[in-house]
C-alpha cells in the first residue's frame, strides 16, 4: 500500500524547490512527485514522465529521519490529499 508525505524545504536557493509531495511505494520509493518553488512553478514525475522533476536515486528516509534535519519539515498526508494535489499541479488525471 503506498504512503503519501509533503515536505516543506526552508531555504533561499530560488533553484531548489520549497515544497515536496511524494507517493511512496513499500520499499519507500517515490513512485510519482510533485516539486512546488517558490514563485510558483512546478515540477513532476512518473514512472515514465520527468518535468522538471525528478523521482529520488534511493528509497525516502522514515519522516523522523527528515524531521531530525534542521531544513526539512515533513508530514504524512492522505491519499486524497496527494491525489488532489497531483490533478492541480499537474494538471490531468493520473498520467499525461
Same mark, same amino acid.
Given at each position: 500500500m503506498p !504512503?503519501?508525505? $509533503?515536505v516543506e524545504w526552508v531555504h533561499d536557493d530560488p533553484r531548489e524547490p520549497v515544497t515536496l509531495y511524494s507517493e511512496l511505494d513499500d520499499a519507500r520509493w517515490e513512485t510519482r512527485?510533485?516539486?512546488?518553488?517558490?514563485? !510558483?512553478?512546478?515540477g513532476? $514525475?512518473?514512472g515514465a514522465h520527468e518535468v522538471n522533476a525528478r523521482l529520488g536515486e534511493v528509497p525516502v528516509p522514515?519522516? $523522523?529521519?527528515?524531521d531530525a534535519m534542521e531544513e526539512f519539515r515533513p508530514r504524512?498526508?492522505?491519499? $486524497?490529499?496527494?491525489?488532489l494535489v497531483w490533478r492541480d499541479r499537474v494538471g490531468h488525471? !493520473? !498520467?499525461p
Open positions: !504512503g503519501y508525505i $509533503a512527485k510533485v516539486e512546488v518553488w517558490a514563485d !510558483g512553478s512546478v513532476w $514525475a512518473d522514515p519522516l $523522523a529521519d527528515i504524512q498526508i492522505t491519499a $486524497a490529499e496527494f491525489e488525471d !493520473g !498520467g
